[in-house]
């Protein structure tokens, strides 16, 4: 257990809809990471988030948003869902600010869009 | 380019037998940071270690290996003495510079047989 919490585990949902993905990093980490993982593209950083601000935006489309709160929860939602924003989303956390610091995964949300 | 090549997609071995698994990775930055994670069935991710680009010695825990080879840009693990428990997907990923971005390989699946 990376002690990182994602919530839901899965979701099924139907395109043209949106959703809210959940995140908890791991207690006293400030930096949180969104990764995408499908068959095609692998697995993809989306955004970083550290104590509140935006950190680093990687393939993120613009269609998907992302925040953290100040009880630094995380949270990545995604709207106007298409067939191909199927895949498993991943959160990270890591203690600070140095970007090379171990990145701790949660167990991932599976999303089916139908 | 940053980028990182697993070359093999799929290994098969019998438990007991030791296993390398290849892992070349590019950067322009003399700063950047290499790790390797397991995906097992079950699909989290999880951490096995993190190297920095200072550091080429090579490490050993357990039945698991690393050799750091900054002359090829390789990065391989080798685990001794297979166990069917080691049947995952193991990714390496690098984080160039500073940035915080995993760049991930596109994986490679372990399966040991019994």
């Known amino acids: 257990d990376s002690g990182v919490t994602q919530t839901p585990k899965h979701l099924i949902t139907a395109t043209g809809q949106r959703v809210t993905l959940r995140c908890s990093p791991r207690s006293g980490d400030l930096s949180v990471y969104w990764y995408q993982q499908s068959l095609d593209q692998g697995l993809q950083f989306l955004i970083q988030y550290y104590n509140g601000e935006e950190r680093a935006k990687g393939n993120i489309l613009e269609r998907f948003s992302a925040q953290q709160f100040p009880d630094l929860h995380s949270e990545l939602n995604l709207s106007s869902l298409e067939l191909g924003d199927s895949a498993l989303y991943f959160c990270?956390?890591?203690?600070?600010?140095?970007?090379?610091?171990?990145?701790?995964f949660g167990p991932g949300t599976r999303l089916t869009v139908l | 380019a940053q980028k990182v090549t697993q070359a093999q997609t799929e290994i098969s071995v019998v438990e007991k037998e030791d296993v390398t698994l290849d892992c070349v990775y590019e950067?322009?930055?003399?700063?950047?940071?290499l790790f390797w994670y397991k995906q097992p069935p079950s699909g989290e991710l999880v951490f096995l270690i993190r190297r920095n680009s200072f550091d080429e010695q090579n490490e050993i825990s357990g039945r698991y290996s690393w050799n750091f080879q900054k002359s090829t840009s390789s990065f391989n693990f080798t685990i001794t003495a297979s166990q069917v428990v080691d049947s995952a997907v193991y990714f390496c990923a690098l984080i160039p510079g500073n940035t915080g971005k995993l760049i991930f390989g596109q994986g490679t699946t372990l399966q040991v047989k019994p």
């Open positions: 950067t322009r930055d003399t700063t950047y940071y």
């Open positions: 990270a956390s890591s203690d600070g600010l140095a970007g090379g610091d171990t990145q701790y």
